[in-house]
T-cell receptor, first 114, second 115 residues
């Protein structure tokens, strides 16, 4: 079945860039997403990338997709303390049940320190 | 933007009782709603998909008689945990979408503790 994997923890200094990595197994993935979850809260969609793209930039966020290696990354420039949260990678495809049926990774906890 | 609200945000119940969690789309009509369960430090696991007016489709391993899902209107879906036990304690999150191929918006989640 489909699987999405992420490293569990990342610690960065305030002002530095953060890079969160994700690998997936479903070669039919159509959309790949990054969600942010703050403590006790639901998920907030940060950005997504369509599988025929290899990069997408949105203000401080840059998403890179290597479809050949099934590798997705999220780069946060000038990381701030407010960026501390859990970041989930997710994928969907028509073949996994529909574009909005998401398969999630376990989440990467980002800790930003002064 | 599209807002999805869950109620309650947290609930504590006694073992053996039933608990109902509501998921409402506040400013759009949600043809499809999804219910996820999140264990501590783990990913979200899809429990079931519900389409308005029809029976929910449950993922493998999810007991449909224990987790009752009702999607009676285009703005409301409910998840009822029946005869709750401590192992049902978890964070339950819903998402709602206008339909296939459209973005799913997440609620803020409900933390259930069964004592």
């Amino acid at each position: 079945g489909e699987d999405v994997e992420q490293s569990l923890f990342l610690s960065v200094r305030e002002g530095d860039s953060s890079v969160i990595n994700c690998t997936y197994t479903d070669s039919s993935s159509t959309y790949l997403y990054w969600y942010k979850q703050e403590p006790g809260a639901g998920l907030q969609l940060l950005t997504y990338i369509f599988s025929n793209m290899d990069m997408k930039q949105d203000q401080r966020l840059t998403v890179l997709l290597n479809k050949k290696d099934k590798h997705l990354s999220l780069r946060i420039a000038d990381t701030q303390t407010g960026d501390s949260a859990i970041y989930f990678c997710a994928e969907s495809s028509m073949f996994s049940g529909g574009y909005n049926k998401l398969i999630f990774g376990a989440g990467t906890r980002l800790a930003v320190h002064p | 933007g599209a807002v999805v609200s869950q109620h309650p945000s947290w609930v504590i119940c006694k073992s053996g009782t039933s608990v109902k969690i509501e998921c409402r789309s506040l400013d759009f009509q949600a043809t499809t709603m999804f219910w996820y369960r999140q264990f501590p430090k783990q990913s979200l696991m899809l429990m079931a998909t519900s389409n308005e007016g029809s029976k929910a489709t449950y993922e493998q391993g999810v007991e449909k008689d224990k987790f009752l899902i009702n999607h009676a209107s285009l703005t409301l879906s409910t998840l009822t945990v029946t005869s709750a036990h401590p192992e049902d304690s978890s964070f339950y999150i819903c998402s709602a979408s206008r339909g296939i191929g459209t973005e799913a918006f997440f609620g803020q989640g409900t933390r259930l503790t069964v004592v």
